[in-house]
């Protein structure tokens, strides 16, 4: 079994910063892809950056210059830097893995792992 918990939500005013965090347990293997996707109330589950077994990360436009996604040396903790955060950044963060060996996916249907996810609000 795989577990994955995030930490590092909260609120934060507009032009603030937030780090989020992923740890991986389990039966992970040595060659997973992983990705953070937010969901705000009454929207869908939007992809905002992956990375793949190889370590080629993916940004979504509306992260790109502002998130930055790392992982430790172990792989076992995903990690993403928010900052200069707006209003519409507010969601409910969560992480999510994939076990097979291809590239990481904007889907979320391609993930077999979810973290429960941490909250984000961004007051104006």
């Known amino acids: 079994e795989v577990e994955l918990v995030e930490a590092g939500g909260g609120s934060v005013q507009a032009g603030g910063s937030l780090r989020l965090s992923c740890a991986a347990s389990?039966?992970?293997?040595?060659?997973?892809?992983m990705g953070w996707f937010r969901q705000a109330p009454g929207k869908e589950r939007e992809w905002i950056s992956c990375i793949a077994p190889d370590g080629r990360i993916k940004y979504a436009d509306s992260a790109k210059g502002r998130f930055t996604l790392s992982q430790d040396s172990a792989k076992s903790t995903l990690y993403l830097q928010m900052n200069s955060l707006e209003p519409g950044d507010a969601a409910m963060y969560y992480c999510?893995?994939?076990?097979?060996?291809?590239?990481?996916?904007?889907?979320?249907?391609?993930?077999?792992?979810w973290g429960q996810g941490t909250q984000v609000t961004v007051s104006s």
């Open positions: 389990g039966n992970i293997g040595s060659v997973f892809s």
């Open positions: 999510a893995l994939d076990t097979s060996a291809g590239p990481c996916s904007e889907y979320h249907g391609y993930y077999n792992y």
